[in-house]
């Protein structure tokens, strides 16, 4: 009985009957089999409601911005590349602008420095454009000074010599100080220079003798009305305008100011030619 009594407390005091092994309650472990078990119970209802949820499409992306240029881009550079691609122009648009490039390019660096090359670059167009018109510079600058250029009009009767002739030479001295005119002042600096005869010929058509036979008809309406004298009524006295403003020009390489129309009317001409 004694006996009895002792195994009781001590399987009261194990948790347990006598021999049992302890269980993963009473030891508070759990072997590799039980853990496997959490794992599965904790991964099912993540899986049942991952499969389960609707799938939720993703936001539509904004318009995609251009990817920027590479890092060797430069805008200033682009600009000068828009800017020398020749530009599509046809007829008098064309050949207008390579007159004005023309004229520009004779002013600034004179024939001798003038090219084609040169004049198609700065009218925006292609050396091919320049050549299919004209065979060589010297017919280039001949036909731009020959557009661009005013033409000695009859001049209309003011009743008086003086009027009339200062009113010539006065748009005279307007056509050198424009751009045409500082191009054929660049032009005539050179006619000792090679192609001198052609460029001194058409100035001679061109410019001098229209301005002679206008002052001749000048002269002569002057001595029908008596305020010119008829002896004056000669080739000679008409080429003293066109004489002086040459000399003005060429030799004494002066602008022809406003005044000087004035000055060669009244100090020269009209002495001259007075009856």
């Not at 020398?84 to 122009?89: A, E, I, L």
């Not at 004489?243 to 060669?264: D, S």
Request: net charge positive.
């Amino acid at each position: 009985m004694m006996d009895q009594l002792v195994r009781r407390q001590a399987t009261v005091r194990t948790g347990g009957q006598a021999g049992e092994r302890p269980t993963e309650q009473s030891t508070g472990r759990t072997d590799g089999r039980a853990a496997d078990r959490v794992d599965e119970q904790l991964a099912r209802p993540a899986e049942g409601r991952a499969a389960s949820r609707p799938t939720v499409p993703a936001p539509a992306s904004r318009t995609a911005l251009p990817a920027p240029g590479p890092a060797s881009f430069c805008p200033v550079k682009a600009a000068a590349e828009v800017l020398s691609r020749p530009m599509r122009r046809r007829g008098k648009e064309l050949e207008q602008a390579i007159f004005a490039a023309a004229l520009d390019q004779l002013t600034s660096g004179g024939f001798a420095r003038l090219t084609m090359e040169g004049i198609a670059g700065a009218a925006r167009t292609g050396k091919a454009a320049l050549y299919r018109r004209w065979a060589s510079k010297v017919e280039l600058v001949v036909d731009a000074l020959d557009s661009t250029l005013p033409r000695p009009s009859d001049t209309p009767d003011l009743g008086s010599a003086r009027s009339e002739l200062l009113l010539l030479i006065q748009g005279f001295t307007e056509a050198m100080n424009s751009r045409s005119g500082g191009a054929m002042q660049a032009l005539m600096a050179e006619l000792d220079h090679e192609q001198a005869e052609l460029f001194k010929g058409f100035i001679v058509q061109r410019v001098i003798e229209p301005t002679k036979a206008t002052i001749l008809e000048i002269l002569r309406r002057g001595a029908e009305r008596g305020d010119v004298r008829p002896g004056a009524v000669t080739p000679l006295v008409a080429d003293v305008a066109p004489a002086m403003l040459m000399y003005r020009v060429k030799i004494c390489g002066r602008q022809l100011g406003p005044e000087f129309a004035v000055e060669l009317v009244d100090e020269v001409l009209v002495p001259l030619i007075r009856a």
